[in-house]
């Protein structure tokens, strides 16, 4: 069941990509180069993922347990700054970089762009199975019962709400995971953005949204994949 998932987020993001790069030549066209960037992006909170796990794996078995603590902690901050990047492939459901006079058919360019928002979707709900995996990991040890607790519930929705949150800055105010390297102006170009009269009922409707969507698309997707290793588990403890 895991192994599906992680073929399928591999599949789809390849399909997109050969779809954007395939437009040019196809078609007479320019490759438009920020779908590009944008799916590089969304691989960035599973790359920081993995080198965090790396890191802290060292640490643990050299027995550098505070090493290994500020790794998790510093870890954690980078993965969730990054997460909105694989999430805000949705986004691109807008048909922007279409131009006037391309030869591209319509229906081209509506399958990549929803390749390129699933592609998103998929990095998304993966990156948080796979955080919930490992702190389940390192708190409770090996067993899956946890995955289904009110905690691991908690924990998923927050991030969500989080990465919803972070697309919208990220669509509307243009901001970036690096911009906040500078808190202080990242925090003031937010906040006056929010005062603009509507900008926060704005801000909020689409949060709330997202974060339905994302957590549908979680419980469609990873869903199963709990039930079977809490079933699993079950079976071998029986």
């Known amino acids: 069941m895991l192994q599906s998932l992680l073929i399928g987020v591999v599949a789809l993001f390849t399909l997109a990509v050969v779809l954007v790069v395939a437009r040019g030549p196809l078609f007479g066209t320019r490759i438009y180069r920020p779908m590009l960037w ?14 965090a796990m790396v890191l802290w794996a060292v640490a643990t078995a050299l027995g550098a347990y505070v090493v290994a603590g500020t790794v998790v902690a510093v870890g954690a901050v980078a993965w969730l700054l990054m997460l909105p990047n694989a999430a805000y492939l949705v986004t691109e459901l807008n048909l922007n970089h279409r131009r006037p006079g391309e030869k591209v058919p319509e229906w081209y360019d509506v399958l990549s762009v929803l390749v390129l928002a699933m592609s998103g979707v998929l990095t998304t709900v993966l990156n948080v199975f796979v955080v919930q995996v490992e702190y389940m990991v390192v708190r409770f040890g090996d067993t899956a019962a946890p ?22 800055m990220g669509r509307n105010i243009r901001v ?45 997707i990873v869903g199963p994949v709990i039930e079977g290793l809490v079933l699993i588990e079950a079976l071998r403890g029986g």
């Open 38 to 51: 944008n799916l590089a992006l969304s691989l960035a909170p599973l790359f920081v993922l993995f080198v």
């Open 147 to 168: 995955l289904v607790s009110t905690e691991m519930r908690v924990m998923g929705g927050v991030v969500l709400v989080l990465v919803s949150f972070g697309v919208w």
């Open 176 to 220: 970036n995971s690096w911009d906040v390297l500078r808190p202080w102006r990242f925090a003031a170009r937010v906040l006056a953005h929010l005062r603009t009269q509507g900008t926060a009922l704005n801000a909020l409707g689409f949060t709330v949204v997202a974060t339905l969507f994302f957590a549908t698309m979680y419980l469609v």
